[in-house]
């Protein structure tokens, strides 16, 4: 059978990284952008460039940011018959910051910019056939969070699939609402992609395996586990793969977490088996913090079995 069109609606933005460390977006710097950015575009730039079909659900500026993001989402195949190009609003913008430490400090310039503000189109999916990936930290934004719970419904209803990167960030869980809505998603999703530090804020009483535990006793199928510079963990079916991380020099590691679940879901939604997927994901990741800027260390396949061979583990490929 045909493998689904994998959607995400959400955020679409331009990124400027700040060069110097420790400014905490306060003092003047240099600074480099506008990157093409937003969660749920690095994802599905990251599926697209694995061969996967796509539909990007989003909205954009009539400006030279909006005409960035446009570009490099058409140029890497991802779909953008869903992306509103609004002339009354501005593309979405973004500022990011690192410390010594590794912590990061963000402005996000979202609500009622042209990343808010648009249409989800009627007749652009075929629901059945679509995997609809949510990336929860869109669920914080009241327009956004209508449009993303309305089209998972319709999705999930018609037989088609979810799958989440929870992004529990505690100040979102404060909401009620994000929270409550974050909860549907989670049970209605087959394929969970959370942080360590996400399992922390969602079952803070839990040990890290019993909170897999609780989350695989509900809906979802496969829980794919972030570490960050740690490497990452695949449990589902029955199996758990751990990977070691990579050594790599990280650069910016703001969209790891994305390309690690763009390369995953693309790869499952092929067929691939949860090793595979995983190492390979887990690979993504790696290349993926070697790289200033959000998605410019996203990558193809050839890519990533080029950089597992020359990391010894070419029989992944
Ligand atoms: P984000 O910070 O964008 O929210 P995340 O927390 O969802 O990302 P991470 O765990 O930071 O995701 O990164 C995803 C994956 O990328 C990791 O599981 C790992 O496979 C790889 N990765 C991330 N950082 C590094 C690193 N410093 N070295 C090697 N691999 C890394
Ligand atoms: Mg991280």
Not at 219 to 248: Q, Y
Request: net charge negative.
């Amino acid at each position: 059978s045909q493998h689904p069109t994998i959607a995400a609606i959400g955020e679409l933005l331009v990124e400027f990284v700040s060069h110097s460390k420790n400014c905490g977006l306060r003092r003047i710097g240099d600074y480099s952008g506008p990157y093409p950015s937003g969660a749920p575009a690095i994802f599905l730039d990251q599926v697209a460039r694995m061969g996967g079909k796509t539909e990007m659900i989003g909205g954009v500026g009539k400006d030279g940011f909006g005409d960035t993001v446009i570009a490099r989402l058409t140029a890497d195949g991802v779909g953008t018959g869903g992306v509103t190009r609004a002339g009354a609003h501005s593309t979405g913008v973004a500022f990011v910051s690192y410390y010594e430490t590794g912590a990061r400090d963000f402005i996000f310039h979202l609500n009622n910019t042209a990343a808010d503000q648009f249409h989800v189109p009627d007749t652009l999916l075929d629901l059945a056939n679509t995997h609809l990936h949510i990336s929860a930290a869109s669920l914080g934004n009241h327009a956004l969070r209508h449009m993303i719970m309305t089209t998972m419904r319709q999705v999930d209803t018609q037989g088609g699939w979810i799958s989440c990167d929870p992004n529990a960030r505690p100040e979102l869980m404060r909401d009620t609402a994000v929270r409550e809505a974050l909860e549907e998603v989670m049970q209605r999703s087959r394929y969970l992609l959370p942080s360590t530090s996400d399992l922390g804020f969602l079952f803070p009483d839990l040990s890290e395996e019993a909170a897999i535990d609780r989350l695989l006793s509900a809906k979802p199928e496969v829980i794919a586990l972030k570490r960050g510079a740690k490497g990452a963990t695949v449990v589902g079916f029955g199996e758990r793969h751990d990977f070691a991380a990579h050594t790599v020099p990280e650069i910016d590691p703001t969209g790891a977490g994305d390309c690690f679940g763009g390369t995953f879901i693309a790869l499952v939604t092929q067929g691939a088996s949860l090793r595979i997927a995983g190492e390979k994901a887990n690979a993504a990741g790696a290349l993926a913090v070697t790289k200033r800027g959000p998605m410019e260390g996203n990558s193809n396949p050839d890519d990533i079995d080029t950089f597992l061979r020359d990391q010894g583990r070419g029989d992944f490929t």
